[in-house]
């Protein structure tokens, strides 16, 4: 016999219940359906937020491997400058005593060499001649009316300056034009 044929109903397999279910359970499980859902999206927004800060991490610890190699000659740079001031002032001494040419000329050649080395490190010079004045990257050491010369523009160098990979490691010191007057 059935069980509909003895009289009796039966539920359908896989519903527990199902003519018992009352409003009260669904509500409740209409909320713990709207929780799982909120605690969903909550951890969804955390895993966003974790991955984000990691790539922000890795990018910021790029950054800086990549100015270390870029910049941690700086200091090294600029205590190797003076050299680079001395064998100038070696050269112009020289080329102004009688028969000193053949040292001025070995002198000369030693600092092209040095300067050579400095540019492959990536270390430029500044020699702003006829250049206007650019407090960022200029000393102004003094200041010279000159007719002839656009106002503030440089008019002679008294130190080269330098720098590593387009920053400044030393300011060009300068003599700046003015309009007479």
Known sequence: ESASQNGREQPEPGVAG?????????????????????????????????????????????????????????KFCGELLPVVDSLEKAVEVARALEGAGAMADGVELSLRMFLGVLAKAGVEQIDPVGAPFDPQRHEAMAMVPNPNAEPNSVLDVLQRGYMLNGRLVRAAKVVVSKAPG
């Open 18 to 74: 199902a003519g018992s279910t009352s409003t009260a359970d669904l509500a409740e499980l209409a909320q713990q359906l709207e929780a799982a859902v909120a605690e969903i999206s909550g951890l969804r927004d955390q895993a966003l937020r974790a991955q984000a800060e990691a790539e922000n991490a890795r990018r910021r610890a790029q950054r800086d491997v990549e100015n270390a190699h870029r910049f941690g000659l700086e």
